[in-house]
């Protein structure tokens, strides 16, 4: 049988997904709009034979938990189903950054998986349909199969619940510089997040405000409007905290790093260097600036006590097939 290798990015999210109309199907309560990292990225390789007893998943060089294990062989059976193939499967994934510093995203993951997966299967997926499926492992894997600027489109079913590209990478010259403070494992997954953030009093305002704001982002992007860009950016993050905060059980995201990060943000922009935030659920911050910014928040970034890495992401490209195996 055929082994395939494919790499896969990160992506952040501009607005956030939060909350399913479907837990099955991973199909979120509202659209959402994010760009491709270019330096967050996993690499996985998927062979599957008649010689392997079982599907045996190694990351990083060791096991997984038995819940990320089901997940992973949950979707390798998507892809048995999807091709006919019945045999069992071996994959080996790696990730580019440092393991354990909460950037370890199913995004990348899933997204990786689904192209290795379905190439080794010999099967050759369109782009949507490679998002559909990364969808059904992590709803925000679908974004990370397209490059540039993304939107997961706000629909109803599995078939039309998938992302498409809105601008390619070299549209706007803007940075995601991702801030690490600690290197500690966050310890409630998103998939239990998700479930409950309906239980938030204020999640019902939130989906309603959801559309417009989708529209806003697609505007300013298009504008290259970075200061309303980056306000909204903010804004969205803290609506999206506040649900965390108040959802039972509540969920708090943030380390005295983040809040630092946070509050400096609004000193930096004083001082003229303009830089905003945003914060998925995890302690790491991502600060948006435009390039010729990168350098200057780089060196404030160096001075923070306590600061352990920083990653520069510009909009990368989105998954694709590598010749390196992993095995
Ligand atoms: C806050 O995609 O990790 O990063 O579908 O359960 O795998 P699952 O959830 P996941 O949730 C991402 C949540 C978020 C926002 C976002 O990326 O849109």
């Not at 038995?66 to 390798?76: D, F, S």
């Not at 600690?182 to 998700?194: A, L, M």
């Not at 204020?202 to 505007?219: A, D, G, L, Q, S």
């Not at 509540?250 to 400096?264: E, F, S």
Request: positive net charge; glycine residues 8%.
């Amino acid at each position: 049988m055929k082994k395939a290798t494919a790499i896969a990015p990160s992506n952040i999210a501009f607005t956030k997904y939060w909350g399913r109309k479907d837990n099955i199907l991973r199909l979120p309560t509202n659209g959402s709009i994010s760009m491709t990292l270019s330096d967050l990225l996993t690499t996985t390789t998927v062979e599957f034979s008649p010689d392997y007893q079982k599907d045996q998943v190694t990351i990083n060089g060791g096991g997984i938990e038995e819940g990320e294990a089901k997940r992973v062989i949950k979707h390798l059976d998507r892809v048995r189903n999807l091709s006919g193939i019945n045999f069992k499967a071996k994959v080996v994934s790696k990730n580019n950054f440092p393991a354990g510093t909460g950037l370890a995203s199913s995004a990348s993951g899933f997204a990786a998986l689904t192209l290795a997966a379905t190439a080794a299967a010999g099967l050759n997926l369109s782009e949507k349909d490679l998002s559909i499926l990364a969808r059904q492992g992590s709803g925000s894997a679908c974004r990370s199969i397209l490059s540039g600027f993304v939107e997961w489109l706000d629909r109803n079913t599995s078939q039309t619940s998938y992302a498409v590209q809105i601008f390619p990478p070299d549209w706007w010259d803007i940075a995601d510089v991702v801030a690490i403070f600690t290197e500690e494992k966050k310890d409630v997954s998103s998939n239990v997040g998700h479930k409950a953030a309906q239980t938030s009093p204020f999640f019902k305002t939130r989906i309603v405000r959801m559309k417009e704001k989708n529209r806003k982002f697609k505007e300013f992007i298009k504008e290259r409007n970075f200061d309303k860009f980056g306000q909204l950016l903010e804004q969205e993050a803290l609506e999206f905290h506040a649900i965390t905060l108040t959802q039972t059980p509540y969920l708090i995201y943030w380390t005295p790093g983040t809040l630092t990060t946070m509050k400096l943000t609004r000193v930096w922009r004083n001082e003229g260097l303009e830089v905003y935030f945003t914060v998925d659920t995890g302690q790491n911050i991502h600060l948006f600036v435009e390039g010729k910014n990168i350098k200057k928040l780089v060196s404030e970034l160096k001075k923070l006590d306590g600061i352990k890495n920083i990653i520069v992401n510009t909009p990368g490209e989105g998954t694709r097939l590598s010749g390196n195996h992993l095995f």
